[in-house]
DNA sequence: ACAGAATTGATACCAAATATCATATGTACA
DNA sequence: TGTACATATGATATTTGGTATCAATTCTGT
């Protein structure tokens, strides 16, 4: 069963402890020997206080004091370590948003940009067993799902 | 159950009466009220000659005499109407090869580029049911598959 | 043939992202 | 606590992939 996991949409309430996430972050990096810089910390708070998933340009115009290069940087560091994950809308236009950690795909809506995860991909299974079928040997996949989340369903 | 359909890779014989493929996708498009034009019957062939997905780039630099423009002009009414499908590689980059009909995904291969169609979609049903369950209506999906084909996978 | 719409392609333009490289800053350690 | 030096930054230039313009050309139906 595929469950239904973290939402991410303008509607929700702010996150609790902002400071505190940036933080663990800014730790996580650390251990991996990634420096502790006052603007890698304004990009983690910024990808930190996004509702919904957001684009680099989107990211940059929010910090106006960070230089470009650093903000896309910072992105990639973040999706290289994990703490970030890329989500490709249906017309190819890359956005980012926080990471809930492991495998999993994303839902979609095409009205209002929210996104939902879908943990735990059940997919693997089915998809490796073609794959072997076809002759090949899986070594990963990607998978975006799009739609209408049930607020903008309505009407 | 997935079947293998065609394979797209840079081993097999030449496609064969590769003059009849571009005429009947002509005439597809003539059906639809397209023109028969010269360059876009140079683009089509270029297409139909190519054994593996390619860029649009790609297609460009293999039609010198045909406009850059009237080149991604032509791919995108192939893709319209689903003459030729849209691949999308582990590193974002796009490309293209020609459609063997109907929803399908691909088997990439990250070592020599080939590819290979997974027709008939099983993951559709799982994931309108992951979609609901989050209280989506789910409209469409895009997947791709990597790993390595048969030869690649070989030492 | 002819008219008129579709198509072409040179060119300009644009957005997203990366490469450069001189300067600034964090971190380990003497 | 200072210092050395690797790391990180950011202004800028460049690259890449793709679209908008628009005058000239070419199809197609009559
Ligand atoms: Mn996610
Ligand atoms: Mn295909
Ligand atoms: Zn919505
Ligand atoms: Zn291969």
Redesign the pocket.
Known sequence: MVAQAQRHSGHEHPRPRSAAVVDDIVGQ??DR???????????ISAVAAQGRPF???ELCASLP?????????????LVETDQVCRVLLED???RYQLSHQGHHHHLLCAVCGASADLEGCDVEDMLREAATAAGFRMSGHWLEVYGRCGECAEG
């Open positions: 990096l650390s020997g990634y420096r502790d810089t006052e603007p890698r910390r304004l990009v684009t680099a340009e004091c960070v230089g470009r290069a650093t903000v896309y940087r910072g992105l990639r560091l190819r236009e890359l």
